[in-house]
């Protein structure tokens, strides 16, 4: 009696990087040119499949919750973050309310204790002399650094803009009163800190939480999945990249293996897409409005 495959909490749609290596491993045959690859080396080449096709065939988009620190008005990064979609506060509708990338916010820092330089010494060779000579070479450290956001500006807050302030009687002066300020301007703005491992948010957004949706490294999981519409297309992944580097490999068996697996992703990537005649048709009649005819 063949034992049945393991369940995970992903659904039955969705098959575990273990149960791919297994069945990898068992359609194995001695004379296979993968068939010297450790356990160890399949399992890194399985989970460096899933993290491409989470980037390029199916994105691993996830949504979080989470509380902004008040002190400095920043959002720490979930640890499998790798691209923000958006983020904002999600409205009695249901609606997400988003914000807008704002590259202006100051995210500066000074340097708060100067760490001492110490020399160490190195032996280096002399050509000109052909003798080894000693040399006094600066240890590379990093300066200690806190955030300073303050303003470099000290009576920056108290300009009065109120004589290039356009009023606009019609609607008491909520529309229109900066002259050149534009449109588009949403619920608050945000900024990513990359040097921090941060978000920054600014302090007029006047809110405690938001909803961060992500594309995550889906291979940083304990027990990655994949897709049953991509299974084959890891497979081949990981048989192509396992001989790629091979010198005892015909080079039109890499050839071979190569094409293989981009057909594979191609079906799969074909398979996932959800885009279907009906959206055609729903994104096509958004333009359609009705008109009052007289």
């Avoid at 400095?72 to 973050?81: E, Q, R, S």
């Amino acid at each position: 009696m063949a034992t049945p495959r393991e369940q995970n909490n992903t659904g039955h749609n969705y098959v575990s990087l273990r149960e791919v290596i297994v069945d990898f491993m068992l359609t194995m045959g001695e004379d296979d040119y993968a068939s010297s690859a450790s356990e160890y080396a399949i399992r890194n080449f399985g989970l460096r499949g899933i993290r491409e096709f989470a980037f390029d065939v199916q994105p691993s988009v996830r949504s979080l919750k989470r509380s902004i620190d008040t002190t400095n008005n920043t959002i720490t990064l979930p640890d499998d973050f790798v691209d923000i979609i958006k983020i904002g506060v999600v409205d009695d509708n249901g609606t997400v309310r988003a914000f807008a990338e704002n590259k202006n916010i100051n995210i500066s820092q000074k340097i708060e204790s100067p760490q001492t330089k110490n020399q160490s010494t190195q032996v280096g060779f002399d050509e000109s002399t052909s003798k080894k000579n000693r040399r006094y070479v600066a240890d590379n450290k990093i300066d200690n650094r806190a955030d300073d956001k303050t303003p470099t500006n000290a009576d920056s807050n108290n300009e009065d803009l109120d004589w290039y302030i356009f009023e606009n009687y019609l609607y008491q002066g909520g529309l229109g009163r900066l002259y050149g300020l534009g449109g588009g301007k949403l619920r608050g703005n945000y900024r990513i800190n990359y040097d921090q491992n941060r978000i920054e948010i600014d302090s007029e957004a006047g809110v405690s939480e938001v909803v961060l949706e992500y594309v995550s490294d889906a291979a940083r999981s304990s027990d990655p999945v994949v897709h049953v519409y991509a299974e084959e297309a890891l497979r081949s992944y990981m048989y192509y990249k396992i001989i790629e580097r091979k010198s005892s490999v015909p080079a039109g068996e890499k050839q071979r293996a190569r094409v293989e697996y981009y057909n594979e992703r191609r079906k799969a990537r074909a398979r996932l897409s959800n885009f279907s005649k009906v959206e055609a048709l729903n994104v096509i009649r958004r333009n359609f409005k009705l008109a009052p005819k007289y």
